[in-house]
């Protein structure tokens, strides 16, 4: 056998181990990884709900299951929120209470306008639609089948809007990115840099300049017009500027010891606007819910408790076969709940404030950051 020979057998064997293990790989994502009742799960629904635990879960795993200890794992923390999602479903289905489509979406494009950051943050890969819409279709089941579908009228909806009107108009949202510079003449190399490549991260290493966190990092940040407004200086400037444009200098910014420098670019702009009742309907259901059942999370844990309890659950992975169903069942207590301040751990926060960042059961946008754009 020749050299060319032994490089085209030996480049076969390549292949051909590589295609066996991604049959392997396939194989093994379709494996049984977990069954409650009739419904069976995947290897691969189970890995993406590892794939999105944070040490967030882990605290709320321990919290709302009273155990003096959290999973030990990503793999059991997983495995219980798969589990409490199915049952939680599963529940709805028996209830007859689950959300359409057009309900789920409807809420979604809500939290979208009162908190523009959420794109932001789904771009990044910080967050996804799809778990957004997990959240949102879990918020309903809950509040459905926890107020045993409370009877709230059109007329109610109608005179709660109209009584809280205020609170459904929007401000002005300013796309911008921005960058903290010390010094004017490093600030206007930055600027003519950053002009020319659209790139705030090149320039900040070009200038050594230290991206500040928050607004101030170079990256696009949604911000509330009563946030930019903070700093009189650079919302008089950026909020003139065309989308897509840049300062025509740096921005000088007081900052009590001296001056200090900020160059912005307007990415956006997202006009105020006042959410119609038909928006909007969806969330004061929510919120009625919220406001005359407050027992009803105590009412759906209850529910839900009794259901684990009727089904069977098979996990297959012996790791997790004897811990899991122990923080699963007490995650769906009533004792989980604090009775000191109406918080209900373990079930997403129906959202009560309208145009609050508050998304039901996600985290923290990105994007949108609470603290002032002061440097």
């Keep these: 056998m020749n050299h060319s020979d032994l490089f085209r057998a030996n480049k076969l064997g390549f292949f051909v181990v590589t295609a066996s293990l991604l049959a392997l790989s396939g194989c093994h994502n379709k494996l049984p990884a977990a069954k409650m009742g009739n419904q069976e799960f995947s290897t ?51 209830h007859k209470c689950v959300p359409t ?8 494009e809500i ?6 950051g959420l794109s932001e943050a789904i771009q990044h890969g910080l967050l996804s639609e799809a778990d957004m819409k997990r959240e949102i279709k879990s918020t309903l089941e809950q509040a459905s089948i926890g107020s045993n579908e409370a ?29 903290l510079i010390q010094n004017q003449t490093t600030a206007v190399q930055f600027l003519n840099q950053v002009k020319a490549s659209g790139d705030f991260l090149t320039a900040a290493m070009n200038n050594h300049v230290a991206l500040q966190p928050g607004p101030l990092d170079g990256q696009e940040h949604i911000l509330p017009d009563t946030q930019l ?26 900052n009590g010891k001296g001056v200090q420098y900020v160059v912005a670019q307007l990415t956006r702009e997202i006009p105020a606007e006042t959410l119609t009742l038909q928006q909007v309907s969806p969330l004061i259901k929510l919120q009625l819910i919220a406001s005359r059942f407050p027992a009803y999370t105590q009412h759906f844990l209850a529910l839900l408790n009794d259901y684990i309890k009727s089904q069977k659950i098979r996990i297959y992975n012996p790791r997790y076969a004897q811990i899991v169903p122990i923080y699963l069942l007490a ?14 751990p373990g079930a997403p926060a129906v959202p009560v404030t309208p145009g609050a960042p508050a998304t039901p059961g996600a985290p923290a946008t990105p994007g949108a950051p609470a603290a002032p754009v002061s440097p």
């Excluded at 059109?154 to 809007?161: G, R």
């Design 111 to 116: 939290e979208n306008k009162r908190n523009p």
């Design 101 to 108: 489509k057009a309900e789920i979406d409807a809420l979604y």
């Design 44 to 94: 691969a629904d189970y890995l993406s709900y590892v794939e999105k635990v944070t040490p967030q879960t882990f605290q709320q795993d321990q919290t709302i299951s009273g155990q003096s200890s959290p999973p030990p794992d990503a793999g059991a923390a997983g495995m219980i929120e798969m589990l409490r999602d199915a049952a939680t479903d599963q529940l709805a289905a028996e």
């Design 151 to 179: 009877d709230i009228s059109d007329a109610d909806i109608q005179s709660y809007y109209q009584k809280n009107l205020s609170e459904y108009k929007l401000p002005i949202y300013y796309g911008v990115k921005m960058a």
């Design 229 to 254: 407004q903070q700093v009189k200086p650079v919302y008089d400037v950026v909020s003139k500027l065309q989308q897509g444009q840049f300062v025509s200098a740096p921005i000088a910014v007081p």
């Design 331 to 344: 995650s769906a207590s009533i004792t989980s709940v604090a009775p000191s301040t109406g918080g209900t």
